[in-house]
């Protein structure tokens, strides 16, 4: 059980980076915080290929390694991955989250957010692996 955890946190990682550097297009990259109708599509459209990505990468993890993974599980876990992307890359809730953690002021306007961001993106991986396994 524990090297399914290793491979599905693994698989979960590099289709996060793929998802969110490779495949999110430009568009959704500037127009997913905008308030509204359109920031609202573009973080939609972003979170469905970011999730899309990593049914792909988890297909061929599971495939390689012989695992078998139980579809509700894995819906779940692909689930949590995504509403928690989708929240996260809304800004509104990570960015009252880092204020409430005294990570606000410059800091947070200049990278500090960014980073924050991506550790949020990382827990949640690591819960949906948990989830999946």
Do not use: E
């Not at 939609?44 to 078998?68: E, F, G, K, Q, S």
């Not at 890359?89 to 924050?116: E, K, Q, Y």
């Amino acid at each position: 059980m524990t090297s399914t955890f290793a491979a599905l946190f693994a698989g979960l990682y590099v289709a996060h980076h793929l998802g969110d550097y490779w495949v999110q297009t430009n568009t959704q990259a500037t127009t997913k915080t905008l308030p509204g109708r359109v920031g609202r599509r573009a973080c939609l459209a972003h979170v469905t290929t970011y999730t899309i990505t990593a049914v792909l990468v988890l297909t061929v993890v599971a495939w390689r390694l012989d695992l078998v993974l139980d579809p509700g599980r894995a819906a779940i876990g692909l689930g949590v991955s995504a509403v928690t992307h989708y929240l996260a890359d809304r800004r509104v809730l990570l960015r009252r989250l880092a204020v409430l953690a005294h990570h606000d002021g410059p800091w947070l306007d200049t990278g500090g957010l960014a980073l924050m961001d991506q550790s949020w993106h990382i827990a949640w991986l690591f819960a949906a692996a948990l989830i999946m396994t």
